[in-house]
């Protein structure tokens, strides 16, 4: 079981769609990052948290530290947020990420 | 945008030839990383570096040798090309590992060994 689990791996929806993408990690964190990465594109950094909850303009980042859970939620969702979703997790006695595998988004209008 | 590029962006290689990536920061971050990405794998570290000279082995090492003479620059070596090293290439920096600072990733290095 790898240590961090994302669901869905796919995702289609209409355009104005609420999304959720969940991730579950199985170790103990120090904080938990959010990354996006459009087809072909770099890795783009979104969030990165340890508590609660943020914001960013229509992305919203929860986590649940007890219960080893976080949800990345895109509202009014658009085409251009087409791409994959990729949760990571630090532990607090490593320098290193440890990666989920993608969750990909395709938003069609 | 974190001033980090990767170069070159994209190789053809033939199997057995060496050959190195290069990372290069402007941010003055310690740490800087090497990364794979495979279809149906996330992320692999492949290795990373803590400071000028000081390097670790992360989880896919094998066949990756690679050399921090200066803190703007990490190269990543692949001393004897093979088809298994086709793969998407990432470099990552952070300020601090521990501290848990926010990574800021290359555009990547599509490279491919006929």
């Known amino acids: 079981k790898n240590e961090v689990e994302q669901s869905p791996q796919n995702l289609t929806a209409q355009e104005g769609e609420f999304i959720t993408i969940n991730c579950s990690y199985s170790?103990?964190?120090?904080?938990l990052h959010w990354l996006q990465q459009h087809p072909g594109g770099g890795i783009v950094s979104l969030f990165m948290l340890s508590s609660g909850k943020k914001k960013h303009g229509r992305l919203i980042a929860t986590i649940n530290i007890q219960e080893k859970h976080s949800s990345l939620h895109i509202t009014a969702s658009h085409p251009r947020d087409s791409a994959v979703y990729i949760c990571?997790?630090?532990?607090?006695?490593?320098?290193?990420?440890?990666f989920g595998t993608g969750t990909r988004l395709q938003v069609f209008p | 945008d974190a001033g980090i590029t990767q170069s070159p962006r994209h190789k053809v290689t033939e199997t057995g030839t060496p050959v190195t990536l290069r990372c290069h920061q402007t941010?003055?971050?310690?740490?800087m990383y090497w990364y794979r990405q495979d279809p149906g794998h996330g992320l692999r570290l492949i290795h990373y570096s803590y400071g000028v000279k000081d390097t670790d082995k992360g989880e896919v090492s094998d066949g990756y040798s690679v050399s921090r003479s200066k803190t703007e620059d990490f190269l990543l070596t692949l001393e004897s090309a093979t088809s298994s090293q086709t793969s998407v290439y990432f470099c990552?920096?952070?300020?601090?590992?521990?501290?848990?600072?926010?990574?800021?990733f290359g555009q990547g290095t599509r490279l491919t060994v006929v």
């Open positions: 990552a920096i952070s300020e601090g590992g521990r501290r848990n600072t926010e990574a800021f």
């Open positions: 170790v103990g964190i120090s904080a």
């Open positions: 941010e003055n971050h310690r740490y």
């Open positions: 990571a997790v630090g532990g607090w006695n490593t320098d290193k990420l440890i």
